[in-house]
């Protein structure tokens, strides 16, 4: 199977002041999917402009027609089930069935507090994540929906008439820990990773594939535990986080080398960070484009 690449664009710019045309160039550069972040503030942006995930993604539906878009990623910090899937399922309509739907159990960032709430603890986010996930699928496939759980809840929640994507748009579910993995095995088409965090700082590229490796493992075993074939779930790797940094965008050659490395652990999608000056993520724009344009061909 060739190696699909896409790229992430964070919603930082105004729309009619560099965000739109970002949108319709991934589109020209041939990505598969054109992702962006969905958080309140994040990190070094949190004093500067930054956008709504959703709003933003509606706009570049608009202007595109045949890039699939979705959030890289989603999660229960400041969202509820029942309001995102009636924003899901609009989005699918409008973008004419080309969203996918990232989703992970969210973190300890600006995000865990801006509505006031105290952060929750890893147990804690857990335990949500396992009660968000299977409450929005249903809620996203479902006309009408009631449940309630130990920290959601739905009262005839209608939904239609559902997502344009039967039986409903894609999810692409972050985990590494059992308890998301195998919520990955049951509810998810993708799986994403950035790669073992504790390798960022002093691990190696080395290191980095062996811990991959590792957890493709643990990916593997828990869908044999539900009895699917783990070949059926798209392995995602959003780039930036591994020790390698934004050295894989320093050249086409870079790129390629550091890709198929990550292709024969079974990656299927490679996902690359659209450039931003003077930021972690600065790279040249034009080394950005000839990746591209030129490596998915050989990666084939």
């Known amino acids: 199977m060739s190696l699909r690449l896409s790229t992430v664009i964070l919603p930082y710019l105004r729309w009619h002041e560099g965000g739109r045309s970002a949108w319709t160039r991934a589109e020209q550069l041939g990505f598969h999917t054109g992702y962006t972040y969905d958080h309140l503030s994040w990190r070094t942006f949190r004093d500067g402009p930054w956008f709504g995930a959703i709003p933003t993604l509606t706009a570049a539906a608009t202007a595109t027609e045949r890039l699939r ?3 890289l990623v989603t999660s229960p910090n400041f969202r509820h089930p029942v309001n995102l899937a009636k924003e899901l399922i609009s ?13 992970g159990a969210g973190g300890t ?9 105290d952060p929750w603890t890893p147990r804690e986010r ?3 994540f396992a009660e968000f996930v299977p409450l929005l699928d249903r809620l996203l496939t479902e006309d009408s929906v009631s449940y309630e759980g130990d920290f959601y809840s739905a009262h005839e929640a209608r ?6 994507q039967r039986p409903r748009l894609p ?3 972050a985990a590494t820990g059992p308890r998301g993995l195998k919520l990955t095995a049951r509810h998810g088409q993708a799986w994403v990773t950035t790669g073992d965090p504790k390798l960022f700082e002093n691990g190696t590229p080395e290191q980095s594939v062996g811990a991959l490796r590792g957890q493709i493992e643990k990916l593997t075993d828990a869908c044999v535990a539900l009895g699917r074939d783990v070949h059926t779930v798209d392995k995602v790797l959003l ?5 390698d940094r934004g050295r894989p965008l320093e050249s086409l050659d870079a790129f390629v080398d550091f890709a198929g490395r990550h292709q024969e652990l079974g990656f299927t999608e490679i996902v690359i960070h659209w450039p931003i000056p ?23």
């Open 239 to 243: 780039t930036g986080f591994t020790p």
């Open 171 to 173: 999810f692409a579910v």
């Open 69 to 71: 878009l979705g959030t």
């Open 278 to 300: 003077d930021s972690d993520f600065a790279a040249d724009q034009k080394v950005f484009e000839r990746i591209a344009m030129e490596a998915p061909a050989q990666l084939r």
């Open 91 to 103: 989005l699918d309509d409008i973008s004419g069935g080309r969203i996918t739907l990232g989703i």
């Open 126 to 128: 857990a335990d949500r």
């Open 159 to 164: 939904n239609i008439p559902g997502c344009v």
């Open 109 to 117: 960032g600006f995000d865990a507090t801006a509505l006031g709430q």
